[in-house]
């Protein structure tokens, strides 16, 4: 309390307290990873009680997913205006995904999270069940027949090219501009969404 | 030795050595993970003096290189026949990669191998190594323009597709057929590999 007076905080509304600890923890789980960070040390960054935390997140896993979710939200509304899925998705799924993910912090959270989530099963969990669950849902209710399947392929191509990108850092993937990694990967993308599925019943 | 000579083991060739060297690393990275696994837990399973392992493969480092590079030898094999690129060249290493990889002591093996690569800086470099310097100029020896970054966009695909079937075990995804992912999949990388490439100078 003493640190948080002198360093002059204003008492926060509760937007503002959620989204401070979000920050934190963003700051915090790009630097160090998630195993190695602590509530606490949120908490103590963002000038609050840690109780707080626990109040607005649940848990550290809680505060994980929302950090997914929140990622994800921005993503997917950058794609999902209308009711109808539009003939460019995969273009924009991928424009979206980079522009939310390509700054330089952002691309060392994705790969702190990623990192939890292989090695960690219980962030693992979580994550898969929001893929599984919610995105799928989300996607699939303005696609066609097969849906689980075409979204589930079109995130493998999302995630390889992440991975590549953010984590493993594979040279000729990190040196393509936004746009040409669009007009390569939007294709397979829309084709995945739209195209003819094999042994799904036809398109 | 009183352990070894007690199962009753033969001396082993030099090839046998290498082989059975191999097959207690299989083992055990594919059960408890690379970092947990220790070069003398290897030896004692294969019945090998340990300093035989150094010899054959120089570190730990040196033996995740050489069961990677086993692997990927193996899916090669069966689709760089001749000199020029298939029309199918897509449909062949997806099915080649299926086939290597899908068993279920493989999976467990490529999730451990994956595992470490993420978490551990030092695989993780030996593993970018091995696809920029290697992989990248193997296939792209038989491809035509601007293949690095045609095998490089592959690559992304084809490691979404493994981890998410058999690190993140997405539901969908696992449920598909080797026939269902390899047409689906396959014309894909085929577009990679000889479409039209944006930005790359025309195909």
Do not use: C
């Not at 539009?86 to 995904?97: C, L, M, N």
């Not at 090695?119 to 599984?132: A, M, P, S």
Request: hydrophobic share 40%; proline share 4%.
């Amino acid at each position: 309390v003493y640190e948080t007076k002198r360093r002059g905080r204003r008492p926060k509304s509760m937007g503002d307290t959620r989204a401070a600890i979000m920050n934190s923890a963003v700051k915090l789980f790009s630097r160090t990873g998630l195993d190695r960070t602590s509530l606490r040390e949120i908490a103590v960054d963002a000038g609050v009680d840690p109780a707080l935390i626990l109040h607005y997140f649940g848990s550290k896993d809680g505060l994980f997913l929302a950090m997914v979710r929140e990622k994800m939200d921005r993503v997917l509304s950058g794609v999902l205006g209308g009711g109808k899925q539009p003939r460019d998705i995969g273009e924009r799924i991928v424009g979206s995904f980079l522009t939310v993910w390509d700054g330089r912090d952002d691309r060392r959270l994705f790969a702190a999270l990623f990192r939890t989530a292989m090695t960690n099963e219980r962030f693992l969990g979580v994550f898969r069940d929001l893929i599984q669950g919610e995105l799928i849902a989300r996607i699939g209710s303005i696609g066609r027949g097969g849906s689980e399947r075409r979204v589930a392929l079109s995130l493998t191509q999302i995630m390889g090219l992440a991975i590549a990108r953010y984590v493993a850092e594979v040279g000729p993937i990190v040196r393509l501009s936004k746009e040409e990694i669009t007009a390569s990967l939007g294709p397979t993308i829309t084709r995945y969404l739209q195209g003819p599925m094999p042994g799904a019943g036809g398109p």
